[in-house]
């Protein structure tokens, strides 16, 4: 088939997709689509990328930007504000549900201050800050489950197919080859191998939740269409995750399927404390093994892999000896930059990321920032298990992607502008409910009892203070 023409049906097949989609939803809103531009350019490539800058160029003017991607990135910000202010969303109730969260970002703007190269870092932090924005667009729908749902469906519907069309016809563009060994690796429409492992996270484990949700239902016509058109995503992604040799991303796309699959079962939803406990249970001991026993090295050689965990080890000992500020770092996102990142190069040539989520924090924030960003993390999962109810299945795609986090940032570093981040982001921040929206949150889950049981109980508190 003539490139051309396989672009066009891609064109073709999407727009049916978008259109007689049989789990559209005509209730959400026209604004979801301003996020989903945003995620669709973190996701894949940078405006200018798609127009035609090689993937190269970026790594050779990391500090100055480019002015085209800064354009598309302000103006999306701008109508995510528009957005928010004509909701009348309530930002003093938003500040107050997510302290951490706000304390963590407010110290990464105050590092501005001991930056080597302030202006860089202060760009990246207001880029950064319409990662929640956007979010915020998403989260405070009137039907914000639903909206979910939506955002990340035609996120996939757009990425998933793209990428084949990229790799099969467009290899100039879905391809990359090393620099120093020549082997290929599939990128589809990202920049790189990882980043097309972890689109394939996000699709793979966001249709395994949504055929969960949707499987008690799945004798309804409309369902079954449904489960269908899931289950052919599913497997273009672990086509896709296959070509991508991400095995981080595969290992937490089985993780996040477990735990999905964990929340669904009945024993969880009899003692959901069940749950609650066994996962951060069990990643602080996968941390015991894996660096007080080397387990991720040991492993790495029985399975035929490099034990360094390809030079991981290396980077880690390597940005370590520069000894930066412990406590305060170098600046938000600002380590990658001058002289460090020449020394650096002198021991792994071509990197500019430190392949630990944790690491990077700290190189940049030091200690402080990496404590507000645990404390995020600790505050986020209370948030989360206090939706572990039979009245909600998005539940369980919130532990799916709290653990997710965890896992993925030991060997790659995710707690920036990335994909897995802003997808984590739609369940982790808190957002003040409008009291007007709230029966409509009950009807856009999926458990049929609960708004009969939510009646019920509104109910029994009216006659209790009768």
């Known amino acids: 088939m003539p490139p051309f023409l396989a672009l066009l049906l891609w064109v073709v097949l999407l727009l049916g997709l978008l259109w007689f989609d049989p789990a559209k939803d005509s209730g959400t809103s026209l604004a979801l689509w301003v996020p989903l531009t945003w995620m669709f350019i973190i996701g894949s490539r940078l405006p200018s990328q798609w127009l035609g800058s090689q993937v190269g160029d970026m790594a050779q003017a990391m500090e100055e930007g480019n002015p085209l991607d800064r354009t598309v990135l302000f103006v999306l910000i701008l109508l995510a504000v528009g957005i928010l202010v004509s909701r009348s969303f309530n930002w003093g109730g938003f500040f107050t549900r997510n302290l951490v969260l706000i304390a963590f970002l407010s110290f ?13 870092t202060f760009k990246r932090w207001f880029r950064d800050l319409g990662n929640y924005f956007v979010i915020l667009v998403v989260l405070s729908d009137p039907r914000p489950v639903e909206a979910v749902r939506m955002l990340l469906r035609r996120l996939c519907y757009l990425l998933i197919p793209l990428s084949i069309v990229l790799i099969k016809y467009y290899p100039e563009i879905g391809k990359q080859y ?25 699709s793979g484990i966001f249709f395994f939740w949504d055929t969960a949700t949707r499987w008690s239902d799945r004798r309804e016509r409309r369902t079954k269409r449904v489960i269908l058109l899931n289950v052919a995503f599913i497997a273009m992604t672990l086509w896709l995750l296959n070509l991508s040799s991400s095995a981080t991303s595969s290992v937490c796309l089985a993780i996040g399927c477990l735990v999905s699959a964990a929340a669904h079962s009945g024993m969880v939803k009899r003692h959901p404390a069940f749950l609650k406990v066994l996962i951060p249970t069990t990643f602080c001991l996968y941390l015991v093994l894996a660096f007080g026993f080397h387990l991720n090295g040991e492993m790495a050689s029985q399975v035929g892999r490099d034990p360094t965990m390809t030079d991981r080890t290396l980077i880690w000992e390597a940005v370590l000896s520069l000894h930066t500020n412990p ?8 380590f990658w930059l001058g002289p460090r990142l020449e020394r650096v190069w002198r021991v792994v040539n071509h990197i500019n990321e430190s392949h630990n989520g944790y690491l990077e924090v700290y190189l940049n924030l030091g200690l402080i920032g990496l404590f507000l960003l645990v404390g995020f993390l600790i505050a986020s999962y ?62 856009a889950l999926d458990n049929a009892g609960a708004i009969e049981r939510f009646r019920r109980l509104t109910l029994e508190t009216t006659s209790r203070r009768r």
């Open 108 to 120: 990464a703007l105050l590092s501005v201050f001991w930056s080597d190269f302030p202006l860089v």
């Open 178 to 202: 090393g620099a120093w060994s020549g082997a290929s690796m599939y990128t589809g429409v990202t920049t790189s191998k990882n980043m097309l492992g972890v689109l394939c996270l996000i």
């Open 327 to 334: 406590l305060v770092g170098t600046g938000y996102e600002s």
């Open 382 to 443: 209370r948030n989360i298990c206090g939706r572990l109810t039979p009245f909600s299945s998005i539940a369980s795609l919130n532990f799916a992607l709290w653990t997710i986090m965890l896992f993925y940032n030991v060997t790659e570093a995710a707690f920036k502008s990335s994909l897995i981040w802003l997808t984590f982001l739609l369940a982790a921040v808190a957002v003040p409910e409008r009291a007007a929206d709230h029966l409509r949150n009950f009807a």
